[in-house]
Each structure stands twice: as C-alpha cells, then as structure tokens.
Nanobody, 126 residues
Framework: VQLVESGGGSVQARGSLRLSCVGS????????MAWFRQAPGKEREGVAS????????YYADFVKGRFTISRHNANNTLTLQMDNLTPEDTGMHYC?????????????????????WGQGTQVTVS
C-alpha cells in the first residue's frame, strides 16, 4: 500500500488549498479513508473521513463548514478542499486508510484507527 499526498503550500488566512492523495497497491473501494493533521508539538488529529461508497462523511468540529472531503475510487484519489484557512490549520496533513467500513466520528478520535499512512504534505497559513 502506498499513499502519496500533494497540494500543500503556504497561503494567507482566508485562503484555500486543495490536497490530493493518490493510492496504489490496494483496492481503494474497500477502504475507509481520512485526512489527519499534526501541528508542531501536538498530537496527530483527525480532520475528515469518508467511506468507500463516498457517502456520509465526517468532520472534526474545527473544520466543519470549511473543508470538504471527497474520493474517486476509479482513480484511487482522495481529496480535501480547504477553504477559509486560519493559522490554526498549519501543520503536516496526512492521507490515511484502513481496510474496513468507516465507523463515523470515532474514526477521527485516534490515529491508531488507521494503519496505512502517506508521508504528508505541509500546510502553512499566515
């Protein structure tokens, strides 16, 4: 399994970024996928998750109304549209996957709920 993120960068507050993650080596349509992030000196925290069907997605309270997660199984792609960014959104953002159905908001409670990770893409908001 390989996950490769892209799309990070430096933006001013209230700006937007679109993160992408391309997966390989696994049947994308059988995996729950999510985005996590980690700020310097802080624990990794869940941002948003999406089931294999692309149905109901779940978001951390701090991104609701600002971020949108989506996936395209045919292209093995996961995306995160981030709008109205704030400096608190600064950090490394990771794509992650686990072979099971998504379990709602509890998936975002811990990084231990996922076992495949990309290397991350840095987001800096000033």
């Amino acid at each position: 399994v390989q996950l490769v993120e892209s799309g990070g960068g430096s933006v001013q507050a209230r700006g937007s970024l679109r993160l992408s993650c391309v997966g390989s080596g696994f049947p994308h349509s059988r995996f729950c996928m999510a985005w996590f992030r980690q700020a310097p000196g802080k624990e990794r925290e869940g941002v948003a998750s999406i089931p294999a069907s692309g149905g109901d997605s779940y978001y951390a309270d701090f991104v609701k109304g600002r971020f949108t997660i989506s996936r395209h199984n045919a292209n093995n792609t996961l995306t995160l549209q981030m709008d109205n960014l704030t400096p608190e959104d600064t950090g490394m953002h990771y794509c992650t996957a686990v072979r099971r159905s998504c379990a709602g908001t509890q998936d975002l409670a811990s990084s231990k709920n996922f076992n495949y990770w990309g290397q991350g893409t840095q987001v800096t908001v000033s």
